[in-house]
């Protein structure tokens, strides 16, 4: 890559080309020499109350008073016009011409008159201004400039009365320079603003591209802060000097309208960055509606209001200023200022703050200062350069999120249907298990019938085929139940059906070992439904009896499982509204770290112990009776064993989407 670049740009012209680019960035009057009004030339001033005074009306006052006034000519947004009264002593000129530069460029009227100092001679008189008709100076440039010839020898100089008049703000910096320096001045000014425009240009067109791509609100406002390089460019007399035809009064209203479009701007563009919007809505609304009500005050320009319309929106403006400073000092502190929300606010912020101060000096509130403007300018630039790139990377960074948000979508949907479709398979599966799991267990219920009953090794092996086919059998029922549990729509057929006799029905379907038994109490009391017919009449309730005795049976093999022995205690109670079945083993309890998620799907107490079944069963019977509008709790959980409690309504209610 050096070689690369060594060959493209030899090393002296890469020098030369750096030491261009640092001069570009060196204050442009870092090589001029010019005398300034106030700096150089004390000056006396009176303002014009009627209106109309003459020269000679002004002369009479002005010369008899000292020029005492030594700051830049500043009167903030008036309609009187102003007299000043000055000398050019003759060694300023040192026997050779000089030239008077006028500045800025949205005065509207300026008349100049000079006179060798102590004569009687008619006064030459120089006329200029944004809404002067003839000529603007005695050389094209983009400023007036006035060719001033050395005094005679025998005076001491010139004396200068000046009228100066606007629409807009009145601020006069007059300057008298050397021919030779200010030629020199004027290539590089020119180069200078002639490279920040092309900047600015770019970075407008990169935003102006970038929002149309991206379709995105805050790079839409940073295009409109844009219309501050309009300002720029007015202020620097490019668009008289470009269209010197109708430049001057197309710059004339430009101006005016820019001032105001560049404050709603950056106003729009604040808030915007910012995101307003989604943190402080109240925010939002008030700096929106404030950069609505400037652009609106435009109308004031072609009725001659716009000095009331740039008083009002300074006001507007200062305390919108505050307010986004307070707002910015909120979302910082609350997002515990994170470096991009820095970057973002700060540039805006300070660009906000340059800004109204230079409206402040503009006003007169504040003394002119030139570096204020200087500033602004810089920061134009900076601001949208730095903006759109902080903005784009977080479009960018929003724009990635979007996309592994819709792919985690599309996996999650993957994943959706890849599980119907293992519910549906496991569906299948154990519905075709059924037929040979029922020849199976009449098959062996045919050998217990045939085989010699003293056998007592014959018969434990029967008992253990029948063991395993009954776990095959619950399995197989646990899968249906999920499947149908699963379905988009579940119908629950209820029928009338005594609770005492479910319970007896749903545990004598698990094969217990030698090393356990089970007990019916209801209300505590020991019962058994066979035997008290009474009681199974009483404990009738609606439900869907397949599904309820595939609900209890799995709690119960669980109880069987998951104990080393003992009794196993199932008590039915009746309890205002709803029934109550408890069932209490004698194992050691659940991990409490498994305890929370054992109703889940394929999620078991001891993960690691897959023999004692899948993880589908605790989750299948909650689903049963949720569905019936009740539920399955784990209400005890202790090293001496666990207790669950299913709860049915007395009253049947809509069946509930498991």
């Given at each position: 890559?050096?070689?690369?670049?060594?060959?493209?740009?030899?090393?002296?012209?890469?020098?030369?080309?750096?030491?261009?680019?640092?001069?570009?960035?060196?204050?442009?009057?870092?090589?001029?020499?010019?005398?300034?009004?106030?700096?150089?030339?004390?000056?006396?001033?009176?303002?014009?109350?009627?209106?109309?005074q003459t020269l000679g009306q002004a002369y009479a006052q002005l010369s008899h008073r000292e020029e005492t006034h030594t700051a830049i000519f500043s009167r903030g947004y008036t309609h009187i016009p102003h007299w000043l009264h000055f000398k050019l002593p003759a060694h300023f000129f040192a026997g050779n011409e000089r030239w008077l530069v006028l500045a800025p460029n949205f005065i509207d009227d300026i008349r100049f008159f000079y006179r060798p100092e102590g004569s009687q001679e008619p006064w030459v008189e120089k006329r200029t201004g944004d809404t002067w008709e003839g000529k603007r100076g005695d050389i094209d440039y983009r400023f007036p400039v006035f060719r001033l010839p050395p005094p005679p020898d025998s005076v001491k100089g010139y004396e200068v009365m000046l009228r100066a008049a606007t629409t807009s703000a009145l601020l006069l910096d007059l300057e008298l320079w050397e021919p030779h320096l200010f030629l020199q001045h004027a290539a590089r000014t020119t180069s200078f603003w002639a490279f920040y425009l092309g900047i600015a240009a770019i970075a407008s067109l990169l935003a102006l591209t970038l929002a149309a791509l991206l379709r995105s609100k805050r790079l839409w406002s940073i295009t409109a802060v844009s219309s501050g390089y309009g300002l720029v460019a007015c202020v620097q007399g490019y668009v008289a000097w470009v269209v010197p035809s109708i430049g001057l009064t197309l710059q004339h209203y430009l101006t005016s309208?820019?001032?105001?479009?560049?404050y709603a701007a950056l106003l729009w563009m604040s808030t915007e960055v910012m995101q307003f919007k989604e943190k402080i809505p109240w925010a939002h609304k008030l700096m929106a509606g404030t950069a609505l009500f400037t652009l609106l005050l435009i109308i004031c320009v072609p009725l001659n209001l716009y000095q009331e319309a740039i008083y009002l929106q300074a006001i507007i403006y200062?305390?919108?200023?505050?307010?986004?400073?307070?707002?910015?000092?909120?979302?910082?502190?609350?997002?515990?200022?994170?470096?991009?929300?820095?970057?973002?606010g700060i540039s805006p912020l300070l660009l906000m703050l340059v800004s109204l101060s230079g409206l402040m000096s503009m006003l007169h509130w504040l003394p002119y200062h030139s570096s204020i403007y200087v500033i602004w300018q810089y920061g134009l630039i900076i601001n949208m350069l730095l903006v759109v790139g902080t903005v784009v990377f977080q479009v960018y960074r929003q724009r990635i999120e979007a996309l592994n948000k819709k792919k985690m979508a599309e996996e999650l949907h993957f994943e959706r249907e890849a599980r119907a479709h293992q519910r549906q398979f496991m569906g299948i599966v154990a519905h075709e298990f059924r037929t040979p799991l029922a020849i199976i267990t009449a098959s062996l219920a045919n050998l217990r019938q045939v085989s010699s009953g003293n056998?007592?090794?014959?018969?434990?092996?029967?008992?253990?085929?029948?063991?395993?086919?009954?776990?095959?059998?619950?399995?197989?029922?646990?899968?249906?139940?999920?499947?149908?549990?699963?379905?988009?729509q579940l119908s629950i057929e209820r029928h009338p059906h005594s609770l005492l006799a479910l319970i007896t029905s749903a545990a004598s379907l698990i094969p217990l070992s030698d090393h356990h038994s089970w007990k019916?109490?209801?209300e505590k009391q020991a019962i058994n439904a066979y035997t008290h017919p009474e009681a199974e009449t009483a404990s009738t309730l609606a439900i869907d009896s397949a599904l309820m005795r595939i609900a209890l049976s799995n709690v119960i093999d669980n109880a069987v499982k998951y104990s080393p022995g003992g009794t196993i205690h199932i008590d039915l109670s009746r309890q205002q509204d709803h029934w109550a079945i408890s069932i209490r083993d004698q194992g050691t309890g659940i991990p409490p770290d498994r305890a929370g998620m054992i109703f889940e799907r394929y999620r078991r107490a001891v993960p690691s112990d897959s023999s004692r079944g899948v993880g589908l069963g605790l989750?299948?019977?909650?689903?049963?009776?949720?569905?019936?509008?009740?539920?399955?709790?784990?209400?005890?959980?202790?090293?001496?064993?666990?207790?669950?409690?299913?709860?049915?309504?007395?009253?049947?209610?809509?069946?509930?989407?498991?």
């Open positions: 890559m050096t070689n690369l670049f060594t060959k493209l740009l030899p090393p002296r012209q890469a020098i030369r080309w750096l030491l261009l680019a640092l001069t570009l960035l060196l204050p442009i009057n870092a090589f001029a020499s010019p005398l300034a009004l106030g700096k150089d030339i004390p000056y006396a001033v009176m303002p014009d109350n009627s209106l109309q309208i820019f001032t105001l479009t560049s200062l305390f919108t200023g505050i307010i986004f400073l307070i707002a910015c000092l909120y979302i910082w502190w609350k997002e515990k200022f994170q470096l991009a929300n820095l970057i973002l056998n007592h090794q014959v018969t434990r092996r029967y008992e253990k085929i029948e063991r395993a086919t009954e776990r095959l059998v619950q399995l197989t029922d646990n899968c249906l139940a999920d499947a149908r549990l699963s379905a988009s019916l109490t209801q989750h299948v019977s909650r689903q049963i009776v949720r569905a019936h509008g009740g539920e399955l709790t784990l209400a005890e959980n202790t090293s001496s064993g666990c207790r669950f409690i299913f709860t049915l309504p007395v009253q049947p209610k809509n069946s509930q989407e498991a």
